[in-house]
């Protein structure tokens, strides 16, 4: 086995490592926050850098061609949706009235957008 191979390896299996512990968290907050808030909010940004985290090591592992290139383009589709459909849940979680736990207030507002 060359040095570049082990490198490769070694950072492949370093991207799974916190891929897989983004994941873990982001599962976490998901059972264990108490609104839904803090709730998208963990399962929106851990998921995302931990699935992308796991993408990018397909793409060391497989190269910029066939099936890393495929994981680039997945890596681009979550940081574009990911956001989006965070902020659609917390603009229809407001606007069906759910609060917020303790004490928090959504701001004010000059007009409904």
Request: proline share 4%.
């Amino acid at each position: 086995m060359s040095t570049i191979q082990l490198v490769q390896e070694v950072v492949i299996a370093l991207l799974v490592v916190v891929g897989s512990f983004f994941l873990v968290v982001g599962t976490l907050g998901l059972l264990r926050l108490p609104d839904v808030y803090n709730r998208m909010h963990a399962t929106s940004k851990a998921t995302t850098l931990g699935a992308a985290s796991l993408f990018l090591a397909l793409f060391v592992s497989h190269g910029p061609q066939g099936a890393g290139l495929t994981s680039l383009v997945g890596i681009v589709f979550l940081f574009i949706t990911a956001p989006t459909g965070a902020h659609m849940i917390s603009r229809s979680a407001q606007k069906m009235g759910i609060e917020f736990f303790g004490d928090a207030e959504w701001p004010e507002e000059d007009g409904d957008a």
